[in-house]
Nanobody
Framework: QVQLVESGGGLVQAGNSLRLSCAAS????????MGWFRQAPGKEREFVAA????????YYADSVKGRFAISRDNAKNTVYLQMNSLKPEDTAVYYC??????????????????WGQGTQVTVSS
């Protein structure tokens, strides 16, 4: 059974940092693109960051560019999201996602096939 399990969320003050992890099990995702999305209450799920399978290319939403960094350790089947200079507007449930094969549109949640259960990130002002 394929699973993606996020961890590392929590409550932090604005300006602080958090590091999210997404551990995959059930199959290797070393050849698959991975992404992070988030969903705030009353809002649609939105793209945060994505990383190609070889970690050679990364993508970021404009709202997090320069503050967040996505990385992966294929040996550990794990993807990370380092979040710095957090803002109250970053408050959301953060989801990890994996694509079974490449499709144009890394920002489109419909292009991902596996999802984690999410981890809550709350940033207080």
């Amino acid at each position: 059974q394929v699973q993606l399990v996020e961890s590392g969320g929590g409550l932090v003050q604005a300006g602080n940092s958090l590091r999210l992890s997404c551990a995959a099990s059930g199959r290797s995702f070393s050849r698959n693109d991975m992404g992070w999305f988030r969903q705030a209450p009353g809002k649609e799920r939105e793209f945060v960051a994505a990383i190609r399978w070889n970690a050679g290319t990364t993508y970021y939403a404009d709202s997090v560019k320069g503050r967040f960094a996505i990385s992966r350790d294929n040996a550990k089947n794990t993807v990370y999201l380092q979040m710095n200079s957090l803002k109250p507007e970053d408050t959301a449930v953060y989801y990890c996602a994996a694509a079974l094969y490449y499709r144009s549109g890394y920002y489109n949640p419909g292009n991902y096939d596996y999802w984690g259960q999410g981890t809550q990130v709350t940033v207080s002002s």
